[in-house]
């Protein structure tokens, strides 16, 4: 699939459907994707039962973003994952030209955005029997609750609070999706590497020690870089560490 790659208009060829309310756009997203003939962003202005990661409870609350974007790719598994580096890149233009500022925002793997050092935006991929669904959470306005935040978890921040900036959802998703074509088209023409090469420039923690705890185990090290299949690799005291699947802590 190629999308357009004008980073100002609604890229060629991507619905747009923005629901009042819906369990979740993720839910949504695997109801209709039997019966889409094209990819399209589906937003939702509440959701009554959206998850994150791992099935965890996505709160939202009123005047934040929620979305998901319906694709349909059709390269190997390993290849289609790697959007969610497409995704991130995609948020971090957005907030960027929503805020005219770069140096707050940063990209966390595997696939969350912060701002000052806090979470602000999170990104869920789920694969169907034909589809890819990229879920988008983005604290525009308010943040979680406290017990709603996992212990050690980057504490989650809001775009208003702290850069001051006042965005609808509707209108950030004119930036997100232009965004993402541009993005995708890079990854579709040019393969992982352009996508590698900007995620890593705009990522935190870089050159530094974090902590990487798998399903089974927590690892200490460097953050070295992300290699050519999107894996964390870790300088450790052991040795170099690849991590194709982690939760990352500062």
Known sequence: MRLSSNRHT???????????SVDSTMSEAARVAASSAFPQWIMALSQTG?????????????????????????????????????????????????????DPFALKWPNDVLLNGGKVAGILLERGASH??????????????????EAGATPPVSLAHETGALIA?????????PSFAYWESQFTTYGFGP????????AARLGTEIRARTMRETHHGIFETVDAFGNLVLDTRAGKLTIPAAEVYF
Do not use: C, K
């Not at 609604?10 to 009042?20: A, K, S």
């Not at 005047?63 to 969610?84: D, I, K, W």
């Not at 959802?169 to 997100?176: I, K, Q, R, V």
């Open 10 to 20: 609604w890229p060629e060829g991507v619905g747009r459907t923005v629901l009042p």
């Open 195 to 202: 996508v590698r090469e900007a995620w890593l420039a705009r």
């Open 132 to 149: 890819l669904a990229i879920g988008i959470g983005i604290n525009l306005v308010e943040v979680p609750g406290a017990d709603q935040v």
């Open 169 to 177: 959802p509707e209108e950030f998703l004119d930036h997100l999706a």
């Open 50 to 102: 959206a998850h994150g990661r791992r099935g965890r409870p996505w709160s939202m609350p009123e005047g934040n973003f929620a979305a998901t974007l319906l694709m349909f790719p059709t390269e190997p598994p390993a290849l289609v994952a790697l959007r969610s580096f497409v995704a991130s890149l995609a948020l971090y233009d957005a907030f960027v030209a929503v805020t005219g500022r770069a």
